[in-house]
T-cell receptor, first 112, second 114 residues
Framework: GDSVTQMEGPVTLSEEAFLTINCTYT??????LFWYVQYPGEGLQLLLKATKADDKGSNKGFEATYRKETTSFHLEKGSVQVSDSAVYFCALSDQGFQKLVFGTGTRLLVSP | GAGVSQSPSNKVTEKGKDVELRCDPI?????LYWYRQSLGQGLEFLIYFQGNSAPDKSGLPSDRFSAERTGGSVSTLTIQRTQQEDSAVYLC????????????FGPGTRLTVL
């Protein structure tokens, strides 16, 4: 079945550092890809998405590019802030945005 | 506007008891999803409702789990004869139901089975 693999955390960075969180997927067909974020004490929120190969999703300074050839959707940010500390989940969905298949989540800790 | 709400926010129960978890989706959203977030299994899909169609129950882990959606709005997830491995955060999400739509998540219900 479909699956998502993302790097284990926690990822610990200093403010203004460059962030990469790796995500690869296995799927039949052509899935849509997502990054969701869960801030402390809050619910899951969509961060960005990409629906087809070579699409780049972006939001709040975060970016991820849908790479079909490497089945990857790595999350990047050029300069992280303390307020970016959260758990980040990579996910995929196929067949018209029905159920989401999530990775295990990566905790990001940003220190001042 | 109002987002997805879930109740209760926390539930502690004894092994063997039945529990009901409630989800109020965003008004007008035709699609509703239940997921489970646990330490051992991560985030797992449980069940999906779309309008008046038969639900997709493919993620329910056992026949002790069931869900219904009344009037196309509020949904209740029922776990019968709870076991300790049912302890998790149960998340509900809704979406407008057409393709390319975001799922909006509620805050979850934390279930602890003693």
């Amino acid at each position: 079945g479909d699956s998502v693999t993302q790097m284990e955390g926690p990822v610990t960075l200093s403010e203004e550092a460059f962030l990469t969180i790796n995500c690869t997927y296995t799927a039949t067909g052509y899935p849509s890809l997502f990054w969701y974020v869960q801030y402390p004490g809050e619910g899951l929120q969509l961060l960005l998405k990409a629906t087809k190969a070579d699409d780049k999703g972006s939001n709040k300074g975060f970016e991820a590019t849908y790479r079909k050839e490497t089945t990857s959707f790595h999350l990047e940010k050029g300069s992280v802030q303390v307020s970016d500390s959260a758990v980040y989940f990579c996910a995929l969905s196929d067949q018209g945005f029905q159920k989401l298949v999530f990775g295990t989540g990566t905790r990001l800790l940003v220190s001042p | 506007g109002a987002g997805v709400s879930q109740s209760p926010s926390n539930k502690v129960t004894e092994k063997g008891k039945d529990v009901e978890l409630r989800c109020d989706p965003i008004s007008g959203h035709t699609a509703l999803y239940w997921y489970r977030q646990s330490l051992g299994q991560g985030l797992e899909f449980l069940i999906y409702f779309q309008g008046n169609s038969a639900p997709d129950k493919s993620g329910l882990p056992s026949d002790r789990f069931s869900a219904e959606r009344t009037g196309g709005s509020v949904s209740t997830l029922t776990i019968q004869r709870t076991q300790q491995e049912d302890s998790a955060v149960y998340l509900c999400a809704s979406s407008p139901g057409q393709s390319l739509n975001e799922q909006f998540f509620g805050p979850g219900t934390r279930l602890t089975v003693l």
